[in-house]
């Protein structure tokens, strides 16, 4: 069965990086989008990056192009999410998300999704 696991998050202060990872298991990653979105306390869940395993094409939001960068260990099943120059308004719980590619940054288009991990910047 599909499984999906971030992990990676914690407090930074503005300016810190992190990298969070998303450990896959249950299908064959080659075929899948795996996507990164957030959520803030009272705020809809915002697409912030993908990557489409099957040509390791990415797409990035506005909010993070330059500051974030995903990637792909297919031989770990793992997906990463490098989050540099960190700001105050990145706070929030993270998620991976795995479709059948291509990708999308619609949360409403994923059909399996891990159980989040939380990112504070604060100083």
């Known amino acids: 069965q599909v499984h999906l696991e971030e992990s990676g998050g914690g407090l930074v202060q503005p300016g810190g990086s992190l990298r969070l990872s998303c450990v896959t298991s249950g299908f064959t990653l080659d075929w899948y989008a795996i996507a990164w979105f957030r959520q803030a306390p009272g705020e809809g869940r915002q697409g912030v990056s993908f990557i489409s395993n099957g040509d390791g094409s990415t797409t990035y939001s506005d909010a993070v192009r330059g500051r974030f960068t995903v990637s792909s260990d297919k031989a770990k099943h793992t997906v990463y999410l490098q989050m540099n120059s960190l700001k105050l308004e990145d706070t929030a719980v993270y998620y991976c998300?795995?479709?059948?590619?291509?990708?999308?940054?619609?949360?409403?288009?994923?059909?399996?999704w891990g159980q989040g991990t939380q990112v504070t910047v604060s100083s």
């Open positions: 998300a795995a479709r059948r590619w291509p990708g999308t940054l619609n949360p409403l288009m994923y059909d399996y």
